[in-house]
């Protein structure tokens, strides 16, 4: 009986251990999320899983082109996933179906199609950030909430991991 309580004390020790070591992971290094919608689409797909690298943003600020995971600025239970177009100091302008940073058109070939509408031009103060989905005509996104305040951001979306056919790296995307 005693080897019984030692070994189940040793367990539970061992179980300790690792939770708290899985939360110091999920809580400051990484996490996963499940992809929610198509706004995201063609690279992430409702329903893929990715990790997100928490750790990235304490080292060195969003950049265009990567793809962030963020606490929705109006439901701060609900998390959302988007590109950066516009960090501070750029002016971001969306015209004639193509979304223009600095004056400059920019190529996107991840971008599903032609964008309906225009936003802009609007200067993106310090703080700040611009986020769109890639799916632009499905995507709640900075044009319909505004800016993005650097503080909400969780983290940077890195790798997709499920389904297994989908695992990868998801790209920074400056085209």
């Known amino acids: 009986m005693k080897k019984f309580i030692h070994n189940l004390r040793d367990w539970f020790g061992d179980f300790v251990k690792a939770l708290i070591f899985f939360l110091l992971v999920q809580t400051y290094v990484a996490q ?52 950066v177009v516009g960090v501070p100091g750029d002016e971001i302008e969306i015209k004639e179906g193509y979304l223009y940073r600095n004056g400059k058109k920019m190529e996107e070939s991840f971008v599903k199609e032609y964008v309906f509408g225009s936003y802009g031009p609007l200067k993106i103060p310090e703080g700040k950030l611009c986020v769109m989905g890639d799916n632009r005509n499905n995507s709640h996104d900075s044009r319909a909430w505004g800016l993005l305040d650097r ?24 085209d």
């Open 32 to 83: 996963g999320f499940i992809i929610e919608g198509a706004c995201m689409e063609p690279e992430l797909k409702s329903h893929e899983k990715i990790i997100v690298n928490k750790m990235i943003y304490h080292v060195k600020e969003p950049e265009v082109g990567e793809v962030v995971v963020f606490t929705y600025p109006y439901e701060p239970n609900k998390d959302f996933v988007k590109r």
């Open 151 to 174: 503080k909400m951001v969780k983290g940077r979306a890195d790798i997709k991991f499920w389904p297994v056919d989908h695992i990868g790296l998801i790209p920074t995307r400056k």
